[in-house]
């Protein structure tokens, strides 16, 4: 099977959408200060946002793994189990980390203002879809998931400042 990052760093038209309006690059992986999982599993950063956000994968293997997401302000989510379901909720809800109550009229709103900005969102990220050969679900379906993972996510995904021991505050809550 293909890596997807590789893929992503194949097709310009799924690297341009990531990028913008999915606020993922590939190239900020280094998050801005050292930390760690409570659990001791192995964190490794492997894209990041414009505002110093990282995205890291946990525990040992592929892109498989489960990926938390970790901003630059002190707070942290599990946001995906594998980098598949991590793209499918950047290219159909890029608005994510906006949604606070995860529900479908919150997330319409968010839709509104973003396609306010970038009409032809839907066809750029059928486009990268495509290039990355993958599904794409509901944005219900994605956001649903995000909630599920982030909230139910144990204490093997809480992530610490490693300095200090300070535990980074969960982004998503119950």
């Given at each position: 099977?293909?890596?997807?990052?590789?893929?992503?760093?194949?097709?310009?038209?799924?690297?341009?959408?990531?990028?913008?309006?999915?606020?993922?690059?590939?190239?900020?992986?280094?998050?801005?200060?050292?930390?760690?999982?409570?659990?001791?599993?192995?964190?490794?950063?492997?894209?990041?946002?414009?505002?110093?956000?990282?995205?890291?994968?946990?525990?040992?293997?592929?892109?498989?793994?489960?990926?938390?997401?970790?901003?630059?302000?002190?707070?942290?989510?599990?946001?995906?189990?594998?980098?598949?379901?991590?793209?499918?909720?950047?290219?159909?809800?890029?608005?994510?980390?906006?949604?606070?109550?995860?529900?479908?009229?919150?997330?319409?709103?968010?839709?509104?203002?973003?396609?306010?900005?970038?009409?032809?969102?839907?066809?750029?990220?059928?486009?990268?879809?495509?290039?990355?050969?993958?599904?794409?679900?509901?944005?219900?379906?994605?956001?649903?998931?995000?909630?599920?993972?982030?909230?139910?996510?144990?204490?093997?995904?809480?992530?610490?400042?490693t300095p200090e021991g300070n535990e980074y505050e969960r982004l998503i809550t119950a």
């Open positions: 099977m293909r890596s997807l990052i590789a893929a992503i760093a194949d097709h310009d038209d799924a690297a341009s959408f990531l990028m913008w309006p999915g606020d993922f690059e590939l190239d900020r992986k280094d998050h801005v200060e050292e930390v760690h999982l409570a659990s001791g599993a192995t964190l490794e950063g492997f894209a990041g946002d414009g505002a110093g956000g990282t995205y890291f994968f946990c525990g040992d293997g592929g892109e498989e793994r489960p990926v938390l997401y970790a901003d630059s302000e002190g707070g942290a989510a599990l946001v995906a189990i594998g980098l598949e379901h991590l793209l499918q909720l950047l290219l159909v809800a890029p608005w994510w980390r906006d949604c606070q109550a995860f529900t479908a009229e919150e997330s319409q709103e968010l839709a509104t203002e973003y396609l306010e900005d970038l009409p032809d969102l839907g066809e750029r990220r059928d486009r990268a879809a495509a290039a990355l050969g993958i599904d794409l679900p509901t944005e219900a379906e994605v956001l649903a998931r995000l909630h599920r993972v982030a909230t139910e996510a144990g204490d093997d995904f809480i992530l610490v400042f």
